[in-house]
């Protein structure tokens, strides 16, 4: 629909743009500087390069203003011509005027996102693109996040936040859902240099991200900065750990752009764990053994292209794209480290084209999106070894028979995984906006094996549709409201002899901020919220989880308040103190158990689930070459289902604390960052991080003994980079958990110890 509007604007004026860049007296980047078109709407924050682009601007001539902390406010003047982009080279002055006159200051991106009505944090991934983190290691350092993964590079992971995890909470890459992308393209193997920033919402999630989230969500959203670039990165490390990155984009002055996104990762995982092994020939059995991981080698590499079109007049960004990918995972352990395995392993592939587009102004005040792809892509299970494995690497064949390790099986199968989002966005006055998106995702599993050719799949096909509305009304830097309405449906085919299921649901809900002055945020939100059971709960994942076809919608009232405290006491020393508290009542709450044997997951409902809890940050920086901060989140997460079909009365875990959830964690870090040590342009940072997590329950605390049975844990990382050339070269040398701790996450799984790495990273931007 919306590339069908399009045709009918031909003679709409054809707009250009401004870019440019913001100096100071030393020749440094001007950081966080706002840039204002004067009697216009339209302006941009510069970035940690001192870069800022101002798009859709009207030709004609303009008056620039440019203000920020700690620098005289300056004026300029500029063309623009129809069609082009107009180029800029700015210098600030440092500013002796008082505090209080110059706390109108400009903002990032990642600050406007902050400074929403709803519980959101943003963080500045490009900070960190001289690292070897992935996106799931940049998002455990948010406050109420823990990212909690089964082992090392390439293994399962489980994201909580503020009390909700797993399904619970929805991921987006540029407000594309990323239901049904397939193993070979993850948070935890997606680096963060394909990033530009985070958007961490914890609770109301917008409904231009079109979801039927439960408590939160994660969107992605990649840089459209630079028009010509290159960013290469390579790492080696412990495990024979190697990633690589490459992101180029090149687009001509007629609009035409090509961009490319590839990465790559690769670990035998081989580290050390601590285990209660048993030779499985002698018997010989020995607590608390240590042995090294021996079958856990991951592998996975991506493309991801796009060609079109930017800055048209019938649209600013038209991209058709195309990713491929494919992963390679051996399994070493069950749901538990009880189970060992020697030969199980897995291998996927994604096979995704896609197509997005986006125009500002079709028509004065309407904005229009549309995104839209469909995964070709197959996975397989492999288990043909007829044999059992012990920690040591032992094999002993299991005797007459063709078996397998766990079920015997070389099962393929295609997901059929496809999304089209569409959204419009319409801004009746400065004050007054109106919004509606809606997203179809459709989802239907078929495959065969050819160890078993006369088993038929059962039917296993999902069809959902989120319809959203909101209205909004604001005025800048004082106050903000929003209401919204969401409208759910999805279509589930789980047996032969039966019809299709339909079921729908209602949500509403509310967000509001008030500023009391620039520098204080006070933020509201309420909503009642719904969840449709994912497909993986419904089917199983053919590998770790089981199907359970008979789970309900959940849904939840949520409530958060919380307070942000921007402020400088000096000219050079600057505060950021962030609170909130969160209320969650959640009904039919889908939690995943062990199975009978403990070897793997099944999904349930809870009739009951309450959460409360709160998240706090502080953070602080000097000048610009010291910065630290921390993060503590709290959540008691309680059952509230009075009875079970097991017990006869009241349940011995009413009111119980929910079992493997962590519910007391936190963050540290602090960085120093010295400039022009042996050239002009250089910098070397080094850099601090402290992650705790208190003790939590494997099992429920009434029927465990009170006891924490997943022992709390403390880890510290250490980072040094030195750049050159202002950010085009850069090495980089990192330790992790340098004390070698024994980390523990899901169902107590150990994670790597003490582990090294070296990254190397060459970047240029020709835009300037």
């Known amino acids: 629909m919306a590339l069908l509007c399009v045709c009918g604007i031909s003679s709409q004026a054809q707009t250009g743009s401004i870019r440019g860049t913001i100096l100071d007296k030393a020749g440094e980047p001007a950081i966080g500087l706002m840039v204002k078109i004067k009697d216009l709407s339209l302006g941009a924050a510069s970035d940690q390069n001192g870069s800022f682009v101002i798009e859709n601007v009207a030709p004609g001539n303009y008056i620039l203003l440019i203000t920020g902390i700690g620098f005289q406010s300056i004026q300029q003047s500029i063309h623009v011509a129809a069609g082009e982009e107009s180029a800029i080279s700015l210098h600030v002055e440092p500013s002796s005027t008082e505090l209080e006159e110059v706390m109108v200051m400009g903002r990032s991106d990642v600050q406007e996102v902050n400074r929403l009505a709803y519980n959101v944090t943003a963080i500045d991934a490009t900070q960190l693109h001289n690292t070897t983190l992935d996106l799931a290691g940049a998002l455990d350092r948010v406050s109420g996040v823990r990212v909690r993964e089964s082992g090392g590079v390439g293994s399962s992971f489980d994201l909580s936040l503020n009390g909700f995890s797993g399904n619970h909470v929805r991921y987006f890459i540029d407000g594309i859902p990323m239901e049904g992308f397939g193993s070979s393209f993850q948070i935890n193997n997606i680096p963060i240099n394909l990033a530009e920033r985070l958007e961490v919402y914890k609770g109301v999630v917008p409904i231009s991200l079109g979801s039927d989230a439960l408590g939160g969500a994660i969107n992605i959203v990649t840089s459209e900065r630079y028009r010509n670039y290159l960013d290469v990165s390579y790492s080696y490390g412990s495990f024979n750990t190697h990633r690589t990155v490459i992101n180029a984009g090149v687009t001509s002055k007629t609009g035409l752009t090509v961009q490319i996104n590839a990465f790559q990762n690769y670990s035998d995982n081989d580290y050390k764990v601590k285990v209660d092994a048993a030779d499985i020939y002698t018997g010989a059995y020995t607590p608390n053994a240590w042995v090294r991981r021996f079958h856990d080698t991951y592998h996975n590499e991506t493309l ?14 038209l991209l058709f794209g195309i990713t491929l990918g494919q992963n390679y995972k051996e399994i070493q352990t069950g749901a538990r480290m009880v189970s060992v395995f020697g030969g199980w392993h897995r291998r996927g592939d994604i096979v995704m084209p896609s197509i997005k587009y986006k125009k500002q102004d079709l028509i004065k005040g309407l904005d229009v999106v549309f995104n839209a792809n469909f995964n070709l892509g197959t996975e397989q299970n492999i288990d043909t070894v007829n044999a059992r494995f012990d920690w040591y690497g032992n094999r002993k064949p299991n005797g007459s028979g063709a078996g397998g390790e766990r079920s ?19 801004r009746l006055s400065d004050r007054h906006t109106f919004a509606m998106s809606n997203l179809f995702t459709t989802f239907d599993r078929n495959g065969a094996d050819v160890l078993s050719p006369a088993m038929i799949d059962p039917p296993q096909e999902t069809q959902k549709n989120v319809l959203g509305m909101s209205y909004a009304y604001g005025v800048e830097d004082k106050v903000n409201v929003s209401v919204f309405g969401k409208y759910i449906n999805q279509r589930v085919v789980k047996y032969v002899e039966t019809p299709a299921e339909t079921t729908t649901k209602l949500g509403y809900g509310i967000v509001a901020t008030y500023f009391f002055s620039r520098a204080l945020q006070l933020k509201g939100s309420y909503e009642l919220t719904n969840r449709m059971p994912e497909a993986t709960e419904l089917f199983g994942d053919v590998e770790n989880q089981q199907g359970n076809p008979d789970l309900l919608p959940e849904k939840s009232n949520n409530i958060n308040v919380g ?44 009739e009951g689930v309450r959460t409360v809890g709160g998240d706090g940050e502080i953070r602080y920086s000097y000048k610009k070459w010291l910065s630290a901060g921390g993060t503590l989140t709290y959540q008691f997460v309680r059952n509230m289902q009075m009875y079970e079909p097991e017990f006869t009365g009241v349940s011995p875990v009413y009111k119980d604390q929910m079992p493997n959830k962590p519910f007391l964690f936190g963050n540290a870090d602090v960085s120093i960052t010295l400039r022009n040590i042996s050239a002009q342009g250089d910098r070397l940072n080094i850099g601090y991080n402290l992650l705790y997590v208190h003790a939590f329950y494997l099992y429920w605390p009434s029927r465990g003994g009170d006891k924490l049975d997943i022992p709390g844990q403390t880890t510290h990382d250490i980072n040094i980079v030195y750049s050159m050339k202002d950010g085009r070269y850069n090495v980089g040398v990192e330790a992790r958990n340098i004390t070698n701790a024994l980390p523990y996450d899901n169902f107590s799984l150990q994670k790597p110890g003490r582990a090294f790495y070296v990254n190397v990273r060459y970047f240029l931007n020709k835009d300037k």
């Open 304 to 317: 991801i292209a796009n060609v079109g079109v930017l800055k048209k007049k019938y649209a600013d960004k």
């Open 408 to 426: 015997r099986s070389l099962y393929k199968y295609k997901n059929n995984n496809g999304i089209a989002t569409a959204s419009i966005n319409y």
């Open 563 to 606: 307070v942000t405290y921007n402020f400088a006491t000096s000219s050079s020393s600057r505060f950021l103190v962030n609170a909130n508290a969160i209320y969650r009542d959640a009904t039919d709450y889908i939690f995943p158990i062990l199975n009978q044997n403990q070897s793997a997951l099944v999904s349930d409902n809870r």
